[in-house]
């Protein structure tokens, strides 16, 4: 089956801009999971979705928002866009929410200039 | 709030040489376990996970993890390391039900010398 597909792959922005996002999760699976990957710092979780509903947020300012449509694909999106958001952005899907365990996609590299 | 420790940020072996690495969490509570591995190129995979049973989980390509309730602990280990495993790895933890977010270490990146 296909995996957890995420568009675009590369994104080059400037400051100021906003950006989407886009995750289409494993068939079948209704909750998606967005995270922010740097050196150093890991993973941070954004926020997971689960039946269109946001269950969980982490700590990250108002400028990032997500939602999830009917037919479990996620967009996330950045507004007002800083160099420190330059970053891979993972999204990750699972049958249901949280603890049996998530598959990712290959993540969508932002560089924020 | 729940946090999760890798002891280890950057660990360079020999082809052979036996791995551990340290992963610590950060609450009393009910706890799922995983370890995920990124190689170089590649995406987050899913090396091994607990939920609940038999502490010592065996997860792909020869990794195996310990749970260890009262030292909050769930090391990685493998007995003989090979070029392939060259990688970043990261210890999660999700807490208490299955309905909350996972939270990450912030990683090991492991440099396998042939």
């Known amino acids: 089956k296909a995996g957890v597909t995420q568009t675009p792959r590369y994104l080059i922005k400037t400051r100021g801009q906003q950006v989407t996002l886009s995750c289409s999760p494993i068939?079948?699976?209704?909750?998606v999971s967005w995270y922010q990957q740097t050196p150093g710092q890991g993973l941070q979780f954004l926020f997971e979705y689960f039946s269109e509903t946001q269950r969980n947020k982490g700590n990250f300012p108002g400028r990032f928002s997500g939602r999830q449509f009917s037919n479990s694909r996620s967009e996330m999106n950045v507004s007002t866009l800083e160099l420190g958001d330059s970053a891979l952005y993972l999204c990750?899907?699972?049958?249901?929410?949280?603890?049996?365990?998530?598959?990712f996609g290959s993540g969508t590299r932002l560089t924020v200039v | 709030a729940q946090s999760v420790s890798q002891h280890n940020h950057h660990v360079i072996l020999s082809e052979a040489a036996s791995l551990e690495l340290g992963c610590n969490y950060s609450?009393?509570?009910?706890?799922?376990l995983f370890w995920y591995v990124q190689y170089p190129g590649q995406h987050l995979q899913l090396l091994l996970k607990y939920f609940s049973g038999d502490p010592l989980v065996k997860g792909i390509k020869g990794f195996e993890a310990e749970f260890i309730k009262s030292k909050f602990s769930f090391n990685l280990r493998k007995p003989s390391v090979q070029w392939s495993d060259t990688a970043e790895y990261f210890c999660?933890?999700?807490?208490?039900?299955?309905?909350?977010?996972?939270?990450f270490g912030k990683g090991t990146r492991l440099h396998i010398l042939p």
């Open positions: 999660a933890v999700n807490v208490g039900h299955r309905d909350d977010k996972i939270i």
């Open positions: 609450y009393g509570g009910t706890v799922n």
């Open positions: 990750a899907s699972s049958l249901s929410q949280g603890g049996y365990g998530y598959t």
């Open positions: 068939s079948g699976h209704r909750s």
